[in-house]
């Protein structure tokens, strides 16, 4: 049986309408097809069960991103998530191979991966998902101006490990 759509819910079409963006910021996130679809599947629960709280937001996809970044924050606090350590990652970047394009897509989610998770969500969320810096800053939590910071902190590590650059220690993100 179908639950019933609690009366201050969002229109369902809405939700359906934001599972793309939803889904290629999950597999992101978690680097596993599976652990993202639950991943998104425990953000849309969740919204669903607390659609209470969503009267009064103004954007349904700041809000779901925030459901998802918080799911996913409080996942790695728990230790469910696999992690790698940025010393076991190689020191060098590899040749470029026959199949340029696809070994580059490749070697950014390396690189991304690399990346700092507060510098690499902010990263993802304007640059993947093309939100605007105060979307951002409202779906994590966070003054709009250390998105600035950890967008411009992240951009910088991410071409350096493109280019192969080696990196020094990223130190704390703001």
Not at 63 to 77: C, G, K, P, Q, T
Not at 122 to 129: E, I, N, S, Y
């Amino acid at each position: 049986m179908a639950a019933a759509r609690p009366p201050t819910a969002p229109d369902p079409a809405e939700l359906l309408a934001s599972l793309p963006r939803l889904r290629r910021y999950a597999r992101v996130l978690r680097r596993n097809r599976e652990d993202a679809d639950d991943l998104v599947q425990d953000t849309l629960e969740r919204a669903w069960t607390r659609a209470g709280l969503w009267q009064g937001v103004g954007d349904m996809r700041g809000w779901l991103f925030s459901i998802m970044h918080n799911l996913h924050v409080d996942a790695l606090r728990r230790g469910r998530l696999d992690t790698v350590d940025l010393d076991e990652l190689p020191a060098e970047v590899p040749v470029a191979p026959a199949q340029p394009l696809r070994l580059a897509l490749r070697d950014l989610d390396a690189a991304l991966a690399a990346l700092p998770a507060e510098q690499r969500d902010v990263l993802l969320l304007t640059a993947l998902d093309g939100m605007a810096y105060a979307e951002v800053a409202q779906a994590l939590g966070v003054p709009i101006g250390t998105v600035m910071s950890r967008l411009s902190r992240g951009r910088e590590r991410l071409r350096g490990l493109m280019d192969g650059a080696a990196i020094r220690s990223p130190g704390p993100s703001f």
